[in-house]
């Protein structure tokens, strides 16, 4: 138990359905992430919340729209994906402007057909 | 142009040895290095970190070694456990740039009772 808890875990979507990803942390933590890993590649860092305000965008396409509502919740809608958008999204949570520790959750297998 | 790499996708290693796992950074400016180990269907959980200002951190089986002359460091696992296996990811930031990690895309490590 990591205290980053993800849902779901997996995911089924066709490229015109919308839908949301949800990431929860009871750690305290007041800085959340969402990063994309694809097969056989880095890890890629998508956005960066810290108290609530998105303060990194690593030139995400608009199909992705993150959510912030508290520094607890960290949501990531996604919709019109394509497949090349299947990966596993990884949600992470850590404290203060020192990412060093980021403490990663479960993620979610999103698969795109 | 990926500025951390892990040129070794696999490794496998006997129970009881070393297991030395490689990473390289092209960017000079990074400043600290972090090691994740990430089992199966769960996500990264930090393992061990080192400071460029040091070249050897130690925290029991593990010992992670930096060479900023030759932009390298590595991770040892002296002994080796089979509860070991699982795909390693190094990761380099700049402490001012606190929220951006940068991943390697990670090798995965067998170790073989």
């Known amino acids: 138990e990591t205290g980053v808890t993800q849902t779901p875990r997996h995911l089924v979507m066709g490229m015109t359905n919308k839908k949301s990803l949800k990431c929860e942390q009871h750690?305290?933590?007041?800085?959340m992430y969402w990063y994309k890993q694809s097969a056989k590649k880095p890890l890629e860092l998508m956005f960066v919340?810290?108290?609530?305000?998105?303060?990194e965008n690593n030139s995400v396409p608009s199909r992705f729209s993150p959510e912030c509502p508290n520094s607890s919740h960290l949501f990531l809608h996604l919709h019109t994906l394509q497949p090349e958008d299947s990966a596993l999204y990884l949600c992470?949570?850590?404290?203060?402007?020192?990412?060093?520790?980021?403490?990663f959750g479960q993620g979610t297998r999103l698969t795109v057909v | 142009d990926q500025q951390v790499k892990q040129n070794s996708p696999s490794l496998s290693v006997q129970e009881g040895r070393i297991s030395i796992l490689n990473c390289d950074y092209t960017?000079?400016?990074?400043?600290?290095f972090l090691w994740y180990k990430k089992y199966p269907a769960e996500g990264p959980t930090f393992l061990i970190s080192?400071?460029?200002?040091?070249d050897k951190n130690e925290d029991g089986r593990f010992t992670v070694f930096l060479n900023k002359s030759a932009k390298h460091l590595s991770l040892h696992i002296v002994p080796s456990q089979p509860g070991d296996s699982a795909v390693y990811f190094c990761?380099?930031?700049?402490?001012?740039?606190?929220?951006?990690?940068?991943f390697g895309a990670g090798t995965i490590l067998r170790v073989k009772s």
């Open positions: 992470a949570s850590s404290q203060g402007s020192g990412f060093l520790k980021a403490f």
């Open positions: 750690l305290g933590h007041n800085a």
């Open positions: 919340y810290s108290l609530e305000e998105r303060v």
């Open positions: 960017n000079s400016m990074f400043d600290y």
């Open positions: 080192i400071s460029s200002i040091k």
């Open positions: 990761a380099a930031s700049r402490l001012e740039y606190g929220n951006k990690l940068v």
